[in-house]
């Protein structure tokens, strides 16, 4: 079975990352419409302190604050991104843009602390017939589940589920749109499918949502005002809640080791109400047709180095901590900033 550092290696066996030796499988030819990855430079700079405040705090809630980074890049696409996801050791990554393409790239590291992104990468994510995507219309990518060698990206606006054999063909993999739950195609244009997580068959064997993919919109409220979300791969898809508060929406998932979901949610208002937090919900509360909700573990308002946080992942490291792992969308703008951010959970 692929974890998700062999998935990321196995980019080797395409054009993406030539200087890895671990290819999975032989390479399936680039169609003559895609364009090859791009290789791009992405600058970083520090972010030493996450509260403005006080730079000598680092604890907040259950997050340690570990490092950040300010990523800038002259790549005319770079920016927008709206979903990470890493290897085993928090190193190489798979991140989308809302313009329909995929980043690639390594983290940097000195000790525990990020220096850099290098070996950085950019192509258009293909559809079926080996054309961009975005040439059809579908360009918001916002949501990405990579597991077991299998990738699914969300399309906002269009609200469609692309599958992809990323293990196999990496960047150049062409896309296969799967059949769409009932009710999906009522989702708020702007306020789709924002988070998708692939509960993995070999890690959670025992949970009855193994090899499931749960599709969270970002605000589709149902008529008790709960987050509408999506249970895909049984006999028939299965819907369940979760429960809004506080006027946050979500903008990511990623799971634990332990199975439970961290939900990333921002909330922003011209009067001042912005800010972001992390809400973390048992595994075992999802089910068909549960409203499901947690305790808050974190929150930051506009007093901390945040931004429109649209990505978050996970890894443990070699002496097991556990890593959680943020980024923003900067909306392809000079105001807004790509800010890449690691925290360490406290428990």
Not at 284 to 297: K, L
Not at 306 to 323: K, L, Q, Y
């Amino acid at each position: 079975m692929l974890t998700r550092r062999s998935i990321l290696a196995s980019l080797a066996a395409t054009a993406a990352w030539p200087a890895l030796a671990r290819a999975q499988s032989v390479p399936v030819p680039a169609p003559a419409s895609a364009r090859a990855a791009e290789t791009i430079t992405i600058d970083a700079r520090p972010v030493p302190a996450f509260d403005t405040r006080d730079p000598q705090q680092t604890r907040f809630g259950a997050l340690q604050y570990r490092s950040g980074l300010i990523l800038t890049s002259t790549f005319r696409d770079f920016g927008g991104v709206s979903a990470l996801r890493l290897d085993d050791k928090g190193e190489r990554f798979v991140a989308l843009s809302d313009k329909g393409m995929w980043f690639t790239g390594r983290i940097a590291y000195g000790g525990a602390i990020m220096t850099g992104v290098v070996d950085a990468e950019a192509a258009p994510i293909l559809g079926s017939d080996g054309k961009p995507l975005e040439a059809r219309g579908w360009y918001d990518s916002e949501s990405l589940a990579l597991e077991d060698g299998i990738a699914y990206v969300g399309f906002e606006r269009v609200h469609q589920i692309v599958k992809f054999d990323f293990g196999r063909d990496g960047v150049l993999a062409r896309g296969d749109v799967i059949p769409q739950p009932a009710g999906m195609r009522k989702l708020p244009d702007n306020k789709s499918l924002e988070s998708l997580v692939l509960v993995s068959k070999e890690k959670f064997k025992s949970s009855p949502l193994a090899g499931m993919l749960l599709a969270i919109s970002e605000r589709g409220l149902d008529a008790a005002g709960n987050i509408q979300c999506w249970i895909i791969g049984g006999k028939a898809p299965a819907t369940f809640g979760i429960r809004r508060t506080l006027k946050y929406d979500i903008s990511d998932a990623a799971q634990l080791p332990s199975g439970d979901l961290l939900l990333l949610e921002r909330k922003f208002s011209l009067f001042g109400d912005t800010g972001i937090r992390i809400r973390r919900i048992p595994l075992a509360q999802v089910m068909p047709n549960a409203v499901v909700d947690g305790p808050t573990m974190f929150e930051a308002d506009l007093g901390h180095e945040i931004d429109n946080f649209e990505g978050i992942d996970t890894h443990v490291t070699e002496s097991g901590e556990t890593v959680i792992t943020l980024i923003s969308d900067n909306n392809f703008s000079m105001l807004q900033r790509t800010l890449l951010m690691q925290f360490t959970l406290v428990e």
